[in-house]
C-alpha cells in the first residue's frame, strides 16, 4: 500500500490524495471503481495490484486491494505535483497497470498509457466505473489520445481511429 504521507522526488510529489494546492498536480491514475467477476460468479477475495509510472522522474507508485464478496473494487485516485513540468516542455505520459490474481491465477486487467493529466481523463471527464470479467480476453480502446488494453467494459466513447490510408498524400 502506499503511504499517505506524499513522497518526494526532484521537484515531484506523489500522493494518492488530491493536495490542496492544486498548482502544477497531474492526476497519474483516476479512482477507479467496479465489479470484477470470473465465468459470471463474483471474483471474491481477488487481489488486486496496480502499478502508476511517476510523470517525470524515475519510480512507481504502487497499491492493492481485495475485492468483496461480490466482486467490488475501490482504488483511489494517484496525483502527483511537478513544477518541473509547468517550466520546460514535457510530454505526459504515463504507464498504468492493473493485475488480478485470483484463484492462484495471474491476469493482467488494464494496461495503458494516460496522455492528459487532468483527473478521469480515462472515461473523458466521468467517474471511471467498470465491469471487468477476467475470461475475456484484452480489448483495446483509444480514450482521451491513450491507448488501454482491458478486459473491462466503461461507458465512455472511443476517439475516432484515424487510418493512414484515409490521410492525403503529397500534393493532395
Known amino acids: 500500500m502506499c503511504d499517505s504521507v506524499p513522497r518526494v522526488d526532484f521537484l515531484s510529489a506523489t500522493s494518492q490524495a488530491m493536495p490542496k494546492n492544486t498548482f502544477a498536480v497531474d492526476c ?39 475485492t468483496d464478496k461480490e466482486g467490488v473494487f475501490y482504488l483511489p485516485e494517484v ?15 504515463v504507464s498504468q497497470k492493473i493485475i488480478v490474481i485470483y484463484e492462484g491465477y495471474e491476469f493482467d486487467l488494464w494496461l495503458g498509457v494516460k496522455r492528459q493529466r487532468e483527473e478521469n481523463a480515462e472515461a473523458k471527464g466521468q467517474p471511471l466505473v467498470v465491469e471487468c470479467r477476467l475470461e475475456k480476453e484484452l480489448n483495446q480502446k483509444q480514450v482521451s489520445g491513450g491507448v488501454i488494453f482491458s478486459r473491462c467494459h466503461w461507458n465512455v466513447e472511443e476517439d475516432e481511429i484515424i487510418r493512414l490510408e484515409d490521410l492525403p498524400g503529397p500534393g493532395q
Do not use: Q, Y
Request: a positive charge; aromatic letters at 8%; zero cysteines.
Open 28 to 66: 497519474l491514475f483516476s479512482s477507479i471503481s467496479g465489479v470484477i467477476t470470473f465465468n459470471g460468479e463474483p471474483a471474491e477475495g481477488a487481489t488486486i495490484k496496480r502499478t502508476v509510472s511517476k510523470a517525470h522522474v524515475r519510480g512507481d507508485v504502487r497499491d492493492e486491494t481485495k
Open 79 to 93: 496525483f502527483e505535483r511537478n513544477i518541473l513540468s509547468r517550466v520546460l516542455p514535457m510530454e505526459f505520459a
